[in-house]
């Protein structure tokens, strides 16, 4: 691609986002999230392949159906209510309606079908965008939004994280598995969303960092199946070394940042009574611990057939930059002793 035009693309994508941000009317949020639509759909179909093309198209029409649903309910508050305001969305009707629009344009259980399929279709670079910066917009409207009844977002929230974990069981294809996990990942943001929305900024954050860190681990070996990550070894030894801790973090095992996430929001839900809730989602947790052991054995404890010019490739300079992915992958591992200063910086 154009080097022009990509720049142009990455700057709609930044703009639509930050528009959205920083907007408190209907229609601007709106805009933001149209903008945002728009700009990563030529970065999804630049390879100009049968499965790409199918997801980009895929991924429009969901997102042109979130988006007609986002409008109507916003038209519907004025109309019942004359207000415009993001946070003064108050009658149900108009607040629910916005939360399933939101709920499909981030891929929440059970609205979560489209995301699998298109992430499948893509490459990694534009796979991590997809599942990391596309989600920060309709999130913040998440967290925008009044308190509403509450039963719809633990729903939305528990069914992510069963279907979630349940749904990447029988997959072998990488990208699959990560669409899973990340519905799995924002049914936990969504389930504490409106007790304690600075808990789910952190969990957000937590997230981003271990996603990229995993997709840029992929890419770097050039993984896109379970049976390509037995090559891991002969390419980068010392990545295939700490990438079973970082899926390790990614399911949630304590003594790594991933448990530290789970862990507040578990203690959240008890202190709301919601002692079913945390069980079922604790449970649910070990689904998905499950697949990420998959992939751990995959990659430390399984050696693919090689001869001597196979083993090579690990003595040559790598053609990627690699700083983003030791930043990255450091705090995917040991972030869990700073716990107490992140929860005291996120609740400021």
Same mark, same amino acid.
């Given at each position: #691609?154009?080097?022009?035009?990509?720049?142009? /693309?990455?700057?709609? &994508?930044?703009?639509?986002?930050?528009?959205?941000?920083? @907007?408190?009317?209907?229609? +601007?949020?709106?805009?933001?999230?149209? !903008?945002?639509? =728009?700009?990563? !759909?030529? $970065? #999804?179909?630049?390879?100009?392949?049968?499965?790409?093309?199918?997801?980009?198209?895929?991924?429009? =029409? %969901?997102?042109?159906?979130?988006?007609?649903?986002?409008?109507?309910?916003?038209?519907?508050?004025?109309?019942?209510?004359?207000?415009?305001?993001?946070?003064? #969305? @108050?009658?149900?009707?108009?607040?629910?309606?916005?939360?399933?629009? &939101?709920?499909?344009?981030?891929? /929440?259980?059970?609205?979560?079908?489209?995301?699998?399929?298109?992430?499948?279709?893509?490459? +990694?670079?534009?796979?991590?965008? =997809?599942?990391?910066?596309?989600?920060?917009?309709?999130?913040? /409207?998440?967290?925008?939004?009044?308190?509403?009844?509450? @039963? /719809?977002?633990? !729903?939305?929230?528990?069914?992510? %994280?069963?279907?979630?974990?349940?749904?990447?069981?029988?997959?072998?294809?990488?990208?699959?598995?990560?669409?899973?996990?990340?519905?799995?990942? $924002?049914?936990?943001?969504?389930?504490? &969303?409106?007790?304690?929305?600075?808990?789910?900024?952190?969990?957000?954050?937590?997230?981003?960092?271990?996603?990229? @860190?995993?997709? +840029?681990?992929?890419?770097?070996?050039?993984?896109?199946?379970?049976?390509?990550?037995?090559?891991?070894?002969?390419?980068?030894?010392?990545?295939?070394? =700490?990438?079973?801790?970082?899926?390790?973090?990614?399911?949630?095992?304590?003594?790594?940042?991933?448990?530290?996430?789970?862990?507040?929001?578990?203690?959240?839900? %008890?202190?709301?009574? +919601?002692?079913?809730?945390?069980?079922?989602?604790?449970?649910?947790?070990?689904?998905?611990?499950?697949?990420?052991?998959?992939?751990?054995?995959?990659?430390?404890?399984?050696?693919?057939?090689?001869?001597l010019t196979g083993t090579l490739p690990w003595r040559l300079l790598p053609s990627q930059h690699s700083l983003p992915l030791a930043i990255s992958m450091t705090a995917s591992l040991s972030l869990l002793p700073l716990t107490p200063a992140l929860t005291a910086l996120f609740t400021l």
């Amino acid at each position: #691609m154009n080097p022009y035009v990509l720049a142009t /693309l990455l700057f709609s &994508l930044g703009l639509g986002t930050t528009l959205t941000f920083a @907007s408190s009317h209907w229609l +601007l949020a709106w805009m933001g999230l149209e !903008i945002n639509t =728009l700009a990563i !759909i030529p $970065l #999804m179909a630049q390879h100009n392949h049968p499965r790409a093309i199918e997801a980009t198209t895929k991924y429009f =029409l %969901t997102q042109a159906t979130a988006a007609a649903m986002l409008l109507f309910a916003s038209l519907t508050n004025a109309w019942l209510t004359g207000q415009w305001d993001i946070q003064l #969305m @108050s009658h149900p009707l108009p607040t629910t309606l916005a939360s399933l629009a &939101l709920a499909l344009k981030i891929g /929440l259980a059970p609205l979560h079908t489209w995301l699998p399929e298109v992430l499948q279709g893509l490459d +990694l670079p534009t796979g991590l965008i =997809l599942s990391t910066w596309q989600k920060l917009a309709p999130l913040t /409207l998440l967290l925008q939004l009044q308190p509403m009844n509450s @039963s /719809l977002l633990i !729903i939305l929230g528990l069914t992510s %994280t069963l279907i979630g974990g349940w749904g990447g069981l029988n997959q072998t294809q990488l990208r699959k598995i990560l669409a899973y996990s990340s519905t799995a990942h $924002l049914g936990w943001m969504v389930l504490v &969303l409106q007790f304690a929305p600075s808990l789910t900024f952190l969990t957000l954050i937590i997230y981003l960092t271990m996603t990229f @860190s995993t997709f +840029l681990t992929f890419n770097l070996n050039n993984s896109t199946t379970i049976n390509t990550l037995a090559t891991s070894w002969a390419k980068a030894p010392v990545i295939s070394s =700490l990438a079973p801790l970082m899926l390790l973090s990614l399911g949630g095992l304590p003594p790594l940042t991933g448990f530290m996430p789970k862990w507040l929001i578990l203690q959240e839900l %008890t202190k709301q009574d +919601l002692a079913p809730a945390a069980t079922l989602a604790a449970l649910s947790a070990l689904l998905s611990l499950y697949f990420y052991l998959r992939l751990s054995y995959a990659m430390a404890l399984t050696m693919s057939p090689n001869n001597l010019t196979g083993t090579l490739p690990w003595r040559l300079l790598p053609s990627q930059h690699s700083l983003p992915l030791a930043i990255s992958m450091t705090a995917s591992l040991s972030l869990l002793p700073l716990t107490p200063a992140l929860t005291a910086l996120f609740t400021l």
